[in-house]
């Protein structure tokens, strides 16, 4: 069984966290800010069964800039190009979202019901949630699970299975993601700048590799952040240098385990005014 699968939701409900555990490796970058995934992340897993290609997607929201415009066109991609659509919510969300139920239904593909951080709640409140949302479309599964602690994953990976058609695999079996080298190592420092970001930063800030040179004991990397205004490169760079120099710490560390030697990091700080309605800015910071 060999087939593609998009895995949809707000921002927020644990998709990559999600996709990462399945994958038992890092393919998506994870926090706790809106909009982290800004493209559909491909993660390839080849088991015995045959191959399930996750499309990790961006969360579905109201486009308001370019940028958003075209993440939400990806997630429109993978709903058409997918033989199987995993509909991700957090248990503890309040309401039924009739838009995404709307483009659920337009999509006409199976899908699963996945409700995530069933951590957070006792069992009784998460037999509620279920009950809630049983009626709302005809979901071939519903799947409660915690992607952080990996409850239920086995289980869901069987079911895609059971559903995917049968046919040869896409891909070779050591592929396990078709994101290029320069944009997920971008992420990698990115997601270091999300952690210390907040307010409007997490959406106005991206990230360019602008070099990449293996000089054999150590490899010199050197990337820009990009922001809007002169107040935000004021706030990334922080007192006296600060913030940046956490930022750029952290995110060595993170290029260190991915290259398995010393990292030298150059992090800059550029002011790239309305880079999220430039094409051309979108284009080369989303690889």
Same mark, same amino acid.
């Given at each position: ?14 998709? %990559? ?49 370019? !940028? ?15 033989? !199987? ?16 139920? %709307? ?9 699963f019901l996945v409700i995530n951080k ?27 699970? %915690? ?38 190592? #971008? ?5 270091k700048v999300l952690n210390f970001v907040?307010?409007? !930063?997490?959406? =106005? =800030? ?42 750029? %710490? ?34 080369? =910071?989303? #690889?």
């Amino acid at each position: 069984h060999s087939g593609y699968v998009a895995l949809l939701g707000r921002t927020n409900v644990g998709k %990559s966290t999600f996709l990462n555990a399945l994958m038992q490796t890092k393919v998506a970058i994870v926090s706790d800010k809106p909009q982290t995934t800004r493209k559909k992340i491909l993660g390839i897993k080849t088991t015995e069964r045959g191959q399930i290609i996750f499309f990790d997607c961006p969360g579905i929201h109201k486009p308001h800039f370019r !940028l958003n415009e075209l993440m939400m066109k990806e997630v429109n991609e993978a709903l058409h190009d997918a033989d !199987l659509i995993l509909y991700f919510i957090d248990v503890g969300d309040a309401k039924q979202d009739e838009f995404i139920f %709307s483009q659920l239904q337009k999509a006409a593909k199976p899908v699963f019901l996945v409700i995530n951080k069933i951590d957070k709640l006792n069992k009784a409140r998460i037999l509620e949630k279920i009950q809630s949302y049983r009626d709302g479309l005809p979901w071939k599964e519903i799947v409660p699970i %915690s992607a952080r602690k990996g409850d239920n994953l086995e289980l869901i990976e069987e079911l895609i299975f059971q559903y995917l058609p049968e046919g040869e695999n896409f891909y070779p079996a050591e592929e396990y993601t078709l994101q290029s080298e320069n944009f997920f190592l #971008g992420e990698l420092i990115r997601e270091k700048v999300l952690n210390f970001v907040e307010d409007e !930063l997490p959406f =106005t =800030t991206t990230l360019k590799i602008e070099e990449i040179k293996d000089r054999g004991e150590i490899v010199y990397v050197r990337a820009e952040i990009f922001v809007e205004t002169r107040a935000q490169k004021k706030i990334v760079v922080g007192k006296q240098g600060n913030l940046i120099k956490q930022i750029g %710490s952290q995110a060595r560390l993170a290029l260190e385990g991915y290259f398995a030697k010393k990292v030298f990091l150059d992090l800059f700080v550029k002011i790239v005014p309305g880079w999220r309605n430039s094409p051309q800015i979108i284009r080369e =910071t989303l #690889g």
